[in-house]
């Protein structure tokens, strides 16, 4: 847990998500954290075999016939997530927003067993001392959710993934004042800056999830002011 200490927000705190068209802030107005542990084998159905390559995990709950326990459907929560991986060379390729990879320098996607780059495995991210490279963010999302995991074996036996999930479930609320955001792009005011899902580009339901557009980190004042007006009444 020390190495993620320093990335635990309190209340209080600001964050601003960035987004490809830019930043949305919120303000921290409490915190709950807890550790769910997800076994592959009793949610997937078996375990995963040599040289397999398993994608589109979704992190369900069978036991409560829960589908994604981190779906998040409330735009006044955020989830922060961090991993614990077990066995140590199980390879996990981390895909927020869903088919977006995380962690790659190459642009066009590989579709094979070894992409380039952008895999967390257990040596990195061992379950009880989770690596602040395995940090995810979950804002409003539908049915659809926010992420997928791809597991893969590169063993010559096979294994039962399994993993602790590290969650801080954040209370917040939309900043929309225009002196507060100022103040954050300018490094006036302090905020925690989160790059969502690397520099890929992707889209996102600003305006149906949040009510308000992302921020551009170079953006002048009127350009903050025109995107966080309501028009459907706000959060």
């Known amino acids: 847990m020390k190495r993620i200490e320093e990335h635990l927000l309190k209340e209080n705190y600001y964050v601003g998500l960035g987004f490809p068209k830019g930043y949305i802030f919120f303000r921290i107005l409490g915190v709950e954290r807890f550790v769910f542990k997800w076994d592959y084998v009793t949610e997937v159905g078996s375990t995963l075999g040599a040289d397999e390559l398993k994608e589109n995990i979704r992190l369900s709950y069978k036991a409560q016939d829960i ?37 790659e320098l190459i642009e066009e996607t590989r579709w094979d067993k ?16 989770p690596s602040p490279d395995t940090e995810l963010w979950i804002p409003k999302s539908e049915s659809e959710g926010f992420y997928r995991f791809d597991f ?16 801080s479930r954040y209370k917040v ?63």
Do not use: H, W
């Open 152 to 167: 893969y074996n590169p063993m010559t036996f096979e294994i039962s993934p399994f993993l602790k999930i590290y969650i």
């Open 67 to 103: 589908k994604d326990i981190l779906l998040n459907k409330k735009n006044d929560e955020l989830y922060q997530v961090f991993i614990g991986v077990d066995p140590s060379y199980l390879k996990i390729y981390l895909k927020v927003p869903a088919r977006t990879p995380q962690r």
């Open 173 to 235: 609320k939309l900043v929309r004042d225009p002196d507060l955001i100022e103040g954050f792009i300018s490094g006036r005011i302090p905020c925690r800056l989160v790059t969502m899902a690397g520099l890929r580009y992707y889209d996102y339901r600003y305006r149906d999830y949040y009510d308000i557009d992302p921020v551009p980190i170079d953006a002048t004042r009127d350009e903050i002011e025109r995107a966080v007006v309501p028009k459907k009444g706000g959060v």
């Open 114 to 129: 070894a992409p380039f780059g952008e895999y967390v495995d257990g040596f990195e991210s061992p379950l009880d001392d």
